[in-house]
């Protein structure tokens, strides 16, 4: 079947500039997360959908980040103003309910702010 | 102290040889533990969960220390295809839910 999916593979921008950036994860699947990883870092936890219980937000770094889950499936992140250090590889990946079941990535849109 | 420590290695080991990383977590609440792999430039995937007895697929053994917050993966006879970045993942219940923290992973390079 169909793994999880995110466009686009890659996005240049401006600074100043807002980017979203998309997820459509794994049929069926109604945990939904959003990572970035920066080069030679690890994944950074941004946010957590489940169901439609309220988003765990937590991990988003600052207010020009955002995201909304649709009709408890694709997911969409928006950075507003986009600053250099928002430059790195964003990974979506979704997973049945509960952080203990496997989560499986998308292959990730690098963003690179100039 | 950082949430999840790994030593980032690199480990460079030769065919056949026993590895071992290790992962210590901060937050004694947590209660899910996982290692994933990440090659180059690709998506993590799934290594394996860890269980509090301790658990074994094929040549990979995950343990975990609950008392000592320390996780563990050993890697017996080792392939050119294991080489790649091993992740250690702990689940971390905050006011908002439950997130899952990686660690910045380690490395390992297995040659000929």
């Known amino acids: 079947g169909a793994g999880v999916s995110q466009s686009p593979s890659n996005k240049v921008t401006e600074k100043g500039k807002d980017v979203e950036l998309r997820c459509d994860p794994i049929?069926?699947?109604?945990?939904l997360y959003w990572y970035r990883q920066s080069l030679g870092q690890g994944l950074e936890f941004l946010i957590y959908?489940?169901?439609?219980?309220?988003?765990?937000k937590s991990g988003l770094p600052s207010d020009r980040f955002s995201a909304e889950r649709t009709g408890g499936s694709v997911s969409t992140l928006t950075i507003q103003r986009t600053q250099q250090e928002d430059s790195a590889v964003y990974l979506c990946?979704?997973?049945?309910?509960?952080?203990?079941?496997?989560?499986?990535f998308g292959p990730g849109t690098r963003l690179t702010v100039l | 102290r950082k949430e999840v420590e790994q030593d980032p290695g690199p480990f460079n080991v030769p065919e056949g040889a026993t590895v071992a990383f290790n992962c210590t977590y901060s937050n004694s609440a947590s209660q899910s533990f996982f290692w994933y792999r990440q090659d180059c430039r690709k998506e993590p995937k799934l290594l394996m969960s860890?269980?509090?007895s301790g658990n074994e697929d094929g040549r990979f053994t995950a343990q975990l220390n609950r008392a000592s917050q320390y996780i563990s993966l050993l890697i017996r006879d080792s392939k050119l295809s294991d080489s790649a970045t091993y992740l250690c993942v702990v689940s971390h219940p905050n006011q908002a839910g439950t997130a899952l923290i990686f660690g910045k992973g380690t490395t390992l390079s297995v040659s000929s």
């Open positions: 959908f489940q169901g439609n219980s309220a988003p765990d």
């Open positions: 860890v269980y509090s």
């Open positions: 049929s069926g699947h109604t945990a």
């Open positions: 990946a979704s997973s049945l309910a509960g952080v203990w079941n496997e989560q499986f």
